[in-house]
């Protein structure tokens, strides 16, 4: 990865070569072993045939923690192909909704494959680099894109990096307004967490450059490849956020923050954050910040 230099630090210390894979086949096997853990993305199948009129072979598919599917695509070293035929695939997907939904169906069950998030497929180009072009070029489509950088290093070490990403442009619901028979307070309260839903939004986007959204009904996903916030509409009196930090390494505290692990909630994360005031939100940021860098 350009600019990036590990060493090994015991014993003195010695710089660590990064290197790329041998063959290609090297990277998509090692990701798509633990492609939960370096994507965040549901394994469905590895160079999945799109038939004989289309005749070709998608490396890898998936469905992301949002339901969106993925397509990912891999390359050994810079190749300037890469990105048109991710999304030659992707557009071969999209037209073959069925097939998908069947393959979700056969692998992941009934439940995965009603919540497919069609609104907002998604490309994943892995290369050992991108050029200048490539980023200019995904910065034209309407399709959500991510460019990762990829390089091992020494025999034990392998690292990503997100080149650049970005978001398929999609209509987002607004917020739900107080009909005009309600009282003036309870009109008040609701605008007040319409602002403070803004607000999170604000802050969690100004966590990073890197990151994009995506809107589900239940709840708005900010991520980095993965979610590391999911952030739930406004309640009567209260907002519902879920982060990627670990409940165990934060101290708890009794209607603010929750372990969420072994109960069902919308979106991702296990550690539930409770906002009720701006005061509330100067609280979160720290915990924003951990989950930002978490995944």
């Not at 990701?31 to 070709?56: C, D, K, Q, W």
């Not at 923050?257 to 072994?262: C, K, N």
Request: charge should be neutral; charged fraction near 25%.
């Amino acid at each position: 990865m350009p600019g990036l230099k590990l060493f090994h630090t015991k014993g003195g210390v010695t710089e660590v070569m990064p290197r790329l894979a041998e063959a290609e086949a090297d990277v998509q096997r090692l990701i798509e072993t633990n492609l939960e853990a370096m994507l965040g993305v549901r394994f469905l199948a590895s160079e999945y045939s799109t038939g004989p009129v289309h005749g070709g072979r998608i490396d890898t598919l998936g469905i992301d923690g949002n339901g969106a599917p993925v397509v990912i695509e891999f390359k050994r070293a810079t190749d300037a192909g890469v990105i048109n035929q991710g999304l030659f695939y992707l557009s071969w997907l999209v037209d073959h909704k069925a097939e998908f939904g069947h393959l979700v169906r056969d692998r992941l069950g009934a439940s995965a494959a009603a919540q497919v998030l069609w609104s907002a497929p998604r490309l994943i180009c892995v290369a050992g680099n991108f050029t200048r072009y490539d980023v200019h070029a995904i910065r034209e489509h309407r399709r959500s894109i991510d460019l990762v950088r990829y390089r091992f290093f020494g025999e034990d070490h392998f690292g990503l990096e997100t080149v650049a990403s970005v978001a398929a442009q999609m209509a987002v619901p607004h917020a739900r307004r107080a009909s005009g028979t309600a009282a003036p307070g309870a009109r008040a309260a609701e605008s007040a967490m319409e602002e403070l839903y803004a607000e999170v939004g604000q802050a969690l986007l100004g966590l990073g450059d890197d990151i994009t959204t995506v809107q589900r009904k239940t709840y708005r996903a900010y991520q980095r490849l993965r979610n590391f916030a999911c952030l739930c509409p406004p309640q009567k009196n209260k907002l519902l956020i879920y982060l990627k930090a670990n409940p165990k390494e934060v101290d708890l505290v009794p209607g603010f923050t929750r372990d969420v692990t072994e109960l069902g909630h919308h979106g991702t994360g296990d550690l539930e954050v409770q906002l009720r005031t701006d005061r509330d939100l100067e609280r979160a940021q720290d915990l924003f910040r951990l989950s930002y860098t978490a995944v």
